[in-house]
């Protein structure tokens, strides 16, 4: 199948829209014509796989229609509506346990893998192209995926809000529902208000009776965020936010999200919760969090990490899909439309904080 893909030649320069072929889908596969392609912090970090003049085809937030499937697939037919998303192997320890996030296989399956026939799955001019990331690299037209990573979702969903659901708003909006799980008079403070921070606040918005305190540097997301729902958007320039935290929520929050990465801000999390509070860490980052062992120990403070929101994709996806499309969550205030080839100016837009979730479209 040929189309267009946008690739990465060297991870210091810029993309390139480049013509490709895309494999038939054999066995297990699944042939998915791309409609849209959510841009992810994390498709511009792994660029620096693969050496420079290795084309490198991302994309892990792809959403389509099922052009066609190889032998052996079941749960899929040509014609279904799907949100691609991680891969897992669904048979180890931890996907039985209803975790496939932290499946053992995980990084084998996500980061550019082979496929388990011989052959490529997409080459340009006759060279191989790096693809399989997150088992889907659908900065293209066409992509590759297996049953495991692809969601079949209702028809009448618009593809371009479902495809970010695949990774950054699966993340947050599972960070605080599946993990934090605040309830009523509850107080969440969120850490950084991208897509994933938005979407946390959005998911904690339907449930009733719950306070939302956004900490964000950008002037307009803050704005942005409490015409969602926040109750205070706080600017960290200046003093500690612990403080100023501590007062937006009566004396601390009971619930706490960190979407920088940063481990002064996750440190500062910590610190702002009430006895007995909880934090979690969905920024993948570098250091050692500043954490107090005996404000830790004598306040009864829980902290700990939270990959894809420790969804089952499977099923946790129709539901968010399903508050979207009952107007519980307003995807459409955070995602910004672009055509494939105008991906310069969806970085830069986003870059400049004018955009919340840049979305690429076929």
């Known amino acids: 199948m040929r189309t267009t893909a946008v690739l990465s030649r060297d991870p210091a320069a810029g993309f390139t829209v480049e013509p490709v072929e895309i494999d038939d889908p054999r066995a297990g596969e699944i042939l998915v014509r791309v409609v849209a392609a959510g841009i992810c912090h994390t498709d511009l970090v792994s660029r620096r796989a693969g050496a420079a003049d290795r084309p490198i085809l991302l994309g892990h937030e792809g959403a389509g229609v099922v052009e066609a499937v190889g032998p052996d697939v079941r749960s899929v037919r040509p014609g279904d509506h799907v949100v691609l998303t991680f891969r897992h192997c669904g048979t180890c320890a931890n996907c039985a346990a209803g975790r496939p996030a932290y ?10 893998g082979r496929r388990a026939h011989d052959g490529p799955r997409v080459h340009l001019d006759g060279v191989p192209v790096l693809d399989g990331f997150f088992g889907q690299s659908s900065f293209a037209g066409y992509a590759l995926t297996t049953e495991d990573n692809t969601v079949v979702v209702d028809p009448a969903i618009d593809l371009a809000l479902a495809a970010p659901f695949g990774c950054g708003f699966q993340t947050g909006a599972g960070a605080v529902l599946n993990v934090l799980r605040p309830g009523a008079g509850d107080r969440l403070v969120v850490y950084g208000a991208g897509a994933v921070g938005m979407a946390a606040l959005l998911a904690a918005r339907t449930v009733d009776g719950v306070r939302v305190v956004v900490v964000e540097t950008s002037a307009e997301r803050r704005t942005l965020a409490q015409e969602l729902g926040a109750e205070a958007a706080i600017d960290p320039a200046g003093d500690s936010t612990v403080e100023r935290v501590r007062a937006a929520t009566d004396g601390g929050a009971t619930h706490a999200l960190d979407t920088t990465g940063r481990a ?17 860490a969905v920024g993948l980052g570098r250091g050692t969090p ?32 399903d508050l979207l499309a009952s107007g519980r969550f307003p995807a459409e205030r ?15 837009d986003q870059r400049a904080g004018r955009v919340v979730k840049p979305v690429l479209t076929w």
């Open 264 to 280: 002064d801000v996750l440190g500062d999390a910590v610190a702002a919760l009430t006895i007995g509070g909880a934090a979690v």
């Open 334 to 348: 955070l995602v910004a439309r672009y055509p494939h080839t105008d991906i310069d100016t969806a970085l830069a």
């Open 290 to 321: 500043p954490i107090d062992l005996g404000d830790l120990v004598l306040h009864g403070k829980t902290v700990r990490g939270c990959l894809e929101g420790d969804s089952v994709p499977a099923t946790f996806l129709p539901y968010l899909l």
């Open 103 to 112: 499946c053992v296989r995980a990084t084998a399956l996500n980061q550019f």
